[in-house]
Protein backbone atom coordinates (compact mmCIF):
# COMPACT_ATOMS: atom_id res chain seq x y z
CA UNK A 1 0.00 0.00 0.00
CA UNK A 2 1.20 3.50 -0.54
CA UNK A 3 2.26 5.69 2.17
CA UNK A 4 -0.24 8.27 2.79
CA UNK A 5 1.30 10.08 5.32
CA UNK A 6 2.99 13.26 3.72
CA UNK A 7 -0.39 13.76 1.87
CA UNK A 8 -3.07 16.56 2.79
CA UNK A 9 -6.64 15.69 3.26
CA UNK A 10 -9.12 16.44 0.37
CA UNK A 11 -11.61 19.20 1.55
CA UNK A 12 -14.71 19.54 -0.08
CA UNK A 13 -17.10 22.17 -0.11
CA UNK A 14 -21.31 21.23 0.13
CA UNK A 15 -23.82 24.29 -1.13
CA UNK A 16 -27.51 23.75 -1.47
CA UNK A 17 -29.00 24.86 -4.82
CA UNK A 18 -32.46 25.61 -5.76
CA UNK A 19 -33.98 25.35 -2.37
CA UNK A 20 -33.35 26.43 1.05
CA UNK A 21 -34.31 22.49 1.76
CA UNK A 22 -31.68 21.50 -0.77
CA UNK A 23 -33.32 19.10 -2.72
CA UNK A 24 -30.17 19.88 -5.59
CA UNK A 25 -26.53 19.96 -3.94
CA UNK A 26 -23.37 21.37 -5.61
CA UNK A 27 -20.23 19.74 -4.24
CA UNK A 28 -16.77 22.20 -5.29
CA UNK A 29 -12.94 21.78 -4.08
CA UNK A 30 -10.97 23.06 -1.97
CA UNK A 31 -11.07 26.18 -3.99
CA UNK A 32 -14.80 26.72 -3.80
CA UNK A 33 -15.39 27.49 -7.37
CA UNK A 34 -14.62 24.12 -8.91
CA UNK A 35 -17.65 21.76 -8.97
CA UNK A 36 -16.79 18.27 -8.46
CA UNK A 37 -20.24 16.82 -8.12
CA UNK A 38 -23.84 17.54 -8.31
CA UNK A 39 -26.73 16.03 -6.62
CA UNK A 40 -30.55 15.83 -6.97
CA UNK A 41 -32.62 14.10 -4.51
CA UNK A 42 -36.07 13.43 -4.90
CA UNK A 43 -38.97 12.55 -1.75
CA UNK A 44 -41.50 10.14 -2.36
CA UNK A 45 -44.00 8.92 0.27
CA UNK A 46 -42.74 5.97 0.89
CA UNK A 47 -38.74 6.90 0.80
CA UNK A 48 -36.34 9.25 -1.14
CA UNK A 49 -33.47 8.77 -3.46
CA UNK A 50 -30.92 10.94 -5.19
CA UNK A 51 -28.47 11.05 -7.80
CA UNK A 52 -24.90 11.90 -7.89
CA UNK A 53 -23.16 13.15 -11.07
CA UNK A 54 -19.56 14.13 -11.51
CA UNK A 55 -19.11 17.68 -12.59
CA UNK A 56 -22.44 19.23 -12.69
CA UNK A 57 -26.00 17.54 -13.35
CA UNK A 58 -24.90 16.71 -17.03
CA UNK A 59 -21.89 14.56 -15.78
CA UNK A 60 -21.26 11.20 -15.67
CA UNK A 61 -23.71 8.98 -13.30
CA UNK A 62 -21.51 8.03 -10.12
CA UNK A 63 -24.19 6.79 -7.39
CA UNK A 64 -28.07 6.15 -7.54
CA UNK A 65 -28.90 5.96 -3.73
CA UNK A 66 -32.50 5.04 -2.57
CA UNK A 67 -33.59 5.22 1.46
CA UNK A 68 -35.30 2.43 3.37
CA UNK A 69 -39.46 2.67 3.62
CA UNK A 70 -39.55 6.10 6.00
CA UNK A 71 -43.73 5.66 5.49
CA UNK A 72 -46.23 5.78 7.95
CA UNK A 73 -45.78 2.73 10.89
CA UNK A 74 -47.95 -0.18 9.52
CA UNK A 75 -48.81 -2.94 11.93
CA UNK A 76 -47.12 -1.13 14.60
CA UNK A 77 -43.80 -2.45 13.67
CA UNK A 78 -41.77 -1.09 10.43
CA UNK A 79 -38.67 -2.38 8.92
CA UNK A 80 -36.37 0.13 8.65
CA UNK A 81 -34.08 -1.50 5.84
CA UNK A 82 -31.06 -0.30 4.60
CA UNK A 83 -30.16 2.43 2.03
CA UNK A 84 -29.11 1.20 -0.69
CA UNK A 85 -26.17 3.13 -3.42
CA UNK A 86 -25.67 1.83 -6.45
CA UNK A 87 -22.30 3.23 -7.23
CA UNK A 88 -21.00 2.75 -11.25
CA UNK A 89 -17.38 1.65 -10.06
CA UNK A 90 -18.71 -1.20 -7.90
CA UNK A 91 -20.03 -3.93 -9.17
CA UNK A 92 -22.70 -4.35 -5.83
CA UNK A 93 -24.59 -2.45 -4.46
CA UNK A 94 -23.53 -0.96 -1.00
CA UNK A 95 -25.82 -1.05 2.31
CA UNK A 96 -25.80 1.32 4.69
CA UNK A 97 -27.45 0.26 7.80
CA UNK A 98 -27.71 0.63 11.22
CA UNK A 99 -26.55 -2.49 13.46
CA UNK A 100 -29.05 -3.88 16.01
CA UNK A 101 -28.36 -2.31 19.56
CA UNK A 102 -27.37 1.07 18.10
CA UNK A 103 -29.37 3.73 18.76
CA UNK A 104 -26.47 6.47 18.45
CA UNK A 105 -27.22 7.26 14.58
CA UNK A 106 -24.39 5.12 13.62
CA UNK A 107 -24.19 3.47 10.29
CA UNK A 108 -21.80 0.79 8.62
CA UNK A 109 -21.38 0.10 5.10
CA UNK A 110 -18.49 -1.46 3.77
CA UNK A 111 -15.69 0.14 1.33
CA UNK A 112 -14.77 -1.25 -1.87
CA UNK A 113 -12.47 -3.17 -0.06
CA UNK A 114 -14.37 -5.22 1.75
CA UNK A 115 -13.78 -3.22 4.92
CA UNK A 116 -16.52 -2.17 7.14
CA UNK A 117 -16.59 1.30 7.67
CA UNK A 118 -19.09 3.64 9.87
CA UNK A 119 -20.55 7.69 9.74
CA UNK A 120 -21.39 8.23 13.44
CA UNK A 121 -22.52 11.35 14.69
CA UNK A 122 -20.77 13.84 17.05
CA UNK A 123 -23.23 16.86 17.55
CA UNK A 124 -22.94 18.05 20.78
CA UNK A 125 -26.58 18.85 23.09
CA UNK A 126 -27.09 22.26 23.74
CA UNK A 127 -25.44 23.09 26.77
CA UNK A 128 -22.27 22.35 24.57
CA UNK A 129 -24.02 23.96 21.36
CA UNK A 130 -22.99 27.40 21.55
CA UNK A 131 -20.15 29.31 23.46
CA UNK A 132 -20.32 32.77 24.27
CA UNK A 133 -16.35 34.53 24.31
CA UNK A 134 -16.11 37.49 24.73
CA UNK A 135 -13.21 39.72 22.75
CA UNK A 136 -11.99 43.37 22.40
CA UNK A 137 -14.60 44.21 25.09
CA UNK A 138 -17.50 43.01 22.82
CA UNK A 139 -19.45 39.63 22.72
CA UNK A 140 -19.12 37.26 20.00
CA UNK A 141 -21.32 34.32 19.97
CA UNK A 142 -19.38 31.07 18.98
CA UNK A 143 -21.99 28.55 17.33
CA UNK A 144 -20.41 24.86 17.27
CA UNK A 145 -20.63 23.05 14.33
CA UNK A 146 -22.59 18.81 14.83
CA UNK A 147 -20.72 16.63 12.70
CA UNK A 148 -20.36 13.32 11.61
CA UNK A 149 -16.98 11.10 11.71
CA UNK A 150 -16.32 8.10 9.10
CA UNK A 151 -13.98 5.74 10.94
CA UNK A 152 -12.67 2.08 10.19
CA UNK A 153 -12.95 -0.94 12.11
CA UNK A 154 -9.97 0.12 13.84
CA UNK A 155 -11.24 3.58 14.75
CA UNK A 156 -8.92 5.29 12.58
CA UNK A 157 -10.64 8.80 11.10
CA UNK A 158 -11.44 8.60 7.46
CA UNK A 159 -13.34 11.57 6.77
CA UNK A 160 -15.31 13.99 8.52
CA UNK A 161 -18.78 16.07 7.36
CA UNK A 162 -19.10 19.05 9.52
CA UNK A 163 -22.37 20.60 9.30
CA UNK A 164 -22.42 24.38 8.74
CA UNK A 165 -24.66 26.06 11.14
CA UNK A 166 -25.21 29.49 10.05
CA UNK A 167 -25.64 29.49 6.45
CA UNK A 168 -29.02 28.62 4.19
CA UNK A 169 -26.00 28.02 1.35
CA UNK A 170 -24.11 26.00 2.51
CA UNK A 171 -24.57 22.54 4.21
CA UNK A 172 -21.25 21.86 5.31
CA UNK A 173 -17.54 20.82 4.50
CA UNK A 174 -16.02 17.04 4.11
CA UNK A 175 -12.49 16.15 4.89
CA UNK A 176 -11.48 13.45 3.54
CA UNK A 177 -8.31 11.94 4.86
CA UNK A 178 -5.20 10.41 2.23
CA UNK A 179 -6.60 7.23 3.43
CA UNK A 180 -9.81 7.25 2.65
CA UNK A 181 -8.90 9.22 -1.12
CA UNK A 182 -9.67 5.96 -2.81
CA UNK A 183 -12.95 6.02 -2.38
CA UNK A 184 -13.74 9.62 -2.20
CA UNK A 185 -16.56 9.02 -4.61
CA UNK A 186 -18.62 7.06 -2.23
CA UNK A 187 -17.44 8.86 0.91
CA UNK A 188 -19.08 11.90 -0.95
CA UNK A 189 -22.03 9.81 -1.69
CA UNK A 190 -22.52 7.93 1.87
CA UNK A 191 -22.00 11.08 3.79
CA UNK A 192 -24.88 12.66 1.42
CA UNK A 193 -27.13 10.19 2.24
CA UNK A 194 -26.51 10.86 6.00
CA UNK A 195 -27.06 14.21 5.16
CA UNK A 196 -30.41 13.24 3.83
CA UNK A 197 -33.68 13.18 6.58
CA UNK A 198 -35.74 10.67 6.32
CA UNK A 199 -38.66 12.69 7.65
Known sequence: MLSTSNERPTTLHIYNFGSVFGNRKIIK???????LY????????MHWTFN????????????RAQSSYNGPPMLDEVNHGPTILSMTAIRRPVKMER????FNGTVFFEGPDHKEYRWQTTARLFSAAMEVRARAGRMWQHLSRSSCQCLDAEDALIATYRV??????????LVV???????L??????SLAMRTPNN
Do not use: W, Y
Not at 29 to 35: F, L, S
Not at 99 to 102: A, I, L, M, S
Not at 177 to 183: A, D, L, N, V
Open 38 to 45: FMQNTRGS
Open 185 to 190: DLLVAT
Open 99 to 102: KRGT
Open 164 to 173: TSMSVTKDGV
Open 52 to 63: LHADGPDGPLLC
Open 177 to 183: QPSGKFM
Open 29 to 35: GEDKITT
